[in-house]
């Protein structure tokens, strides 16, 4: 079964740095595009960054000047360096895995970013 587990996420104060990370099993990882998401309280869940499999990455406009995603794809594994936190990027963080023909699509569980003083 496929596995798709976040780690990373915690507390902090605003001007905090986190690093995410995604583990995927059971998946030919290198082969997928990857993204991390956000969905806070109420609201809709929202594409932050994505890298695709040759390395290309995207960014959303409101997170390109804090948020660094990268991939290892020899452990599976996708990043998420997020800095100068602030209150507003509290939520809980997702990754997502697609394949190339977007047939397979798979979603983590999450793990939670509080930002506060």
């Known amino acids: 079964q496929v596995q798709l587990v976040e780690s990373g996420g915690g507390s902090v104060q605003p001007g905090g740095s986190l690093r995410l990370s995604c583990l995927a099993s059971k998946i030919p990882f290198r082969l997928f595009d990857v993204a991390w998401y956000r969905q806070a309280p109420g609201k809709q869940r929202d594409l932050l960054a994505r890298?695709?499999?040759?390395?290309?990455?995207d960014y959303a406009d409101s997170v390109k000047d804090r948020f660094t995603i990268s991939r290892d794809d020899a452990k599976s594994t996708l990043y998420l360096q997020i800095d100068n936190l602030k209150p507003e990027d509290t939520a809980i963080y997702l990754c997502?895995?697609?394949?190339?023909?977007?047939?397979?699509?798979?979603w983590g569980r999450g793990t939670q970013v509080t930002v506060s003083s």
């Open positions: 890298i695709s499999s040759l390395g290309r990455t």
């Open positions: 997502n895995v697609v394949s190339p023909s977007l047939i397979y699509n798979y």
